[in-house]
């Protein structure tokens, strides 16, 4: 099963410095595709999470938190249109925290910091290890980032929702990839029950199928 991996805390100001392009290309045998410059990562191969996770790990210089969660979550979220009631808008930032694992008890959104009528941060709903919200783009809301995790009990790391969008348009290619290999497979295998001679009668179907 294809998954998505993220890092927390990579090359933010001086510290927990790497390359994540240099790493996807190290680990191309697990097809990663590298998104970005702070640790976010497509895995188009079917990989156990233990070994994705130790395959990244070693390439790291340093300890961080690495979240891994199923292509298929992914594309769950996505489809809802999570942000559909909260169109871009130039001074507000729509982000989406990936936890270490799913809660068990999550609070009830919308939850604001620091208060409902002056809220810089605004968190809109929770879904699986999900936490989706809004935040001003002003320096005080950034701090308020670094609360979730304590306002939940959870490592967490936070991505913009375009960075997101990036991820799905992968995926949605890699599936309509398989799928044409699939077709192609399926197609082979049919055609060997005919003479040669009749699989042009086949193609064009399979052409615009």
């Keep these: 099963m294809p998954s ?20 996807a290309k190290q680990l191309a045998k697990f097809g990663v595709v590298n998104i970005g410059a702070v640790g976010t990562f497509v895995v188009r191969e079917n990989v156990s999470e233990s070994t994705l996770r ?8 340093f300890k ?4 891994i969660c199923p292509a298929r ?9 999570p942000f ?13 925290n990936v936890l ?3 809660l068990r008890a999550p609070p009830p959104p919308p939850l604001s910091l620091p208060s409902d009528d002056d809220w810089l941060l605004k968190i809109i709903a929770i879904q699986d290890q999900f936490v989706l919200g809004l935040y001003r783009r002003q320096m005080k809301a950034i701090s308020y980032l670094g609360k979730i995790e304590k306002l939940l009990g959870m490592p967490a790391t936070t991505r913009n929702w375009n ?14 990839s398989q799928q044409r290999k ?13 003479s040669p001679k009749d699989h042009t009668k086949f193609l064009p179907a399979f052409m615009f199928a």
């Excluded at 960075?163 to 309509?176: C, F, P």
């Design 163 to 176: 960075t997101l969008e990036k991820v799905v348009k992968i995926l949605k290619n890699q599936n309509r």
């Design 64 to 67: 961080c938190e690495i979240m």
């Design 54 to 61: 130790a395959a990244i790990a070693k390439k790291l210089p």
């Design 182 to 194: 699939q077709s192609l497979s399926y197609f082979v295998t049919f055609c060997s029950m005919f």
């Design 84 to 96: 559909s009631r909260h169109p871009s808008v130039p001074d507000i930032t729509r982000f989406v």
């Design 100 to 102: 270490h694992k799913r």
């Design 4 to 23: 998505v991996v993220f890092l927390r805390a990579v090359n933010v100001g001086g510290t927990n410095r790497c390359q994540p392009a240099l790493i």
């Design 73 to 81: 979550g992914i594309i769950k979220l996505a489809s809802k249109d």
